[in-house]
């Protein structure tokens, strides 16, 4: 009877491999089912290949920093941020830069399955010392989000939410003005450019720390906005998680 299970669970694993197939986040490559199941999202020799950022790290932003005896990266030193600390997973080049690039314009979400299992793994408790009552996407502006069909940092949100048990809100902060792409543009720009662009919709008296969640984080400017936002409402605490994190500036 076992052994007929077996065979029948086997049968419809190479069918789901077929039909559904799971993809590494790196080469797009087809992940086996029986992978999946012990949660091995990316193939081994692409995972040897992602930038992951070990210590010393920023105690800000989380950028790596190339000399130990350092608190915090060139950009940290120099800016006041409006949030408490956060975390990167991975630096924002080589082959990530092209697989964050899929997971927004051609629609590779489960991509974020890897990543965020990533983050709950490696940093889970760390996160968990920050003892965020909810976690909140980034958000996209509405008509751009109906247009691409998904907003990533949500989708980034949601499955983060579910690893580390934390409440998931997406019916708090909103982005009221269609911003132009912060990579067009320079760091004061980016600021300028985001400054006014998010709002708080729900009464959040009660909210005092929260986790903002978002696919790259540059020069911080758009999550200094939206924890800009919060505090004014009484926020205390705002941390943030990212997949990765570029140069800065
Ligand atoms: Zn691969
Ligand atoms: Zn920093």
């Given at each position: ?25 790196i080469?797009d ?13 990316v ?7 992602i ?24 950009d940290?030193?120099?800016?006041k ?14 082959p990530?830069?092209k697989s ?7 629609n ?43 907003n990533?940092a949500?989708e ?37 450019n ?11 008296v ?11 984080y540059t020069?911080?400017s758009?999550i ?17 998680i ?8």
């Amino acid at each position: 009877m076992g052994e007929c299970v077996n065979i029948i669970d086997g049968i419809i694993d190479r069918i789901a491999d077929y039909v559904f197939p799971r993809r590494c986040p790196i080469c797009d490559g087809v992940i086996k089912i029986s992978e999946v199941k012990k949660k091995r999202y990316v193939c081994n020799k692409c995972e040897a290949e992602i930038p992951f950022i070990y210590e010393p790290r920023c105690k800000k932003c989380s950028k790596p920093l190339s000399d130990n005896r350092l608190e915090y990266c060139y950009d940290c030193s120099k800016r006041k941020h409006k949030y408490n600390t956060g975390i990167a997973l991975v630096e924002h080049k080589g082959p990530v830069r092209k697989s964050v690039y899929a997971i927004k314009y051609k629609n590779r979400r489960e991509y974020l399955d890897y990543y965020m299992s990533e983050i709950a793994r490696l940093h889970g408790d760390a996160i968990q010392e920050w003892k965020a009552q909810v976690i909140i996407p980034v958000p996209m502006y509405r008509k751009k989000q109906i247009k691409r069909g998904f907003n990533q940092a949500d989708e980034a949100a949601k499955r983060l939410a579910d690893y580390l048990g934390i409440p998931y809100n997406d019916k708090i902060l909103f982005r009221t003005s269609d911003t132009r792409p912060q990579k067009e543009l320079s760091d004061k720009e980016r600021r300028k450019n985001v400054e006014n662009a998010f709002h708080i919709e729900e009464n959040i008296v009660k909210l005092r720390k929260v986790i903002l969640v978002d696919d790259i984080y540059t020069t911080g400017s758009t999550i200094d906005a939206c924890a800009k936002v919060l505090k004014d409402k009484g926020v205390e605490d705002i941390y943030f998680i990212t997949i990765s994190i570029g140069d800065g500036f």
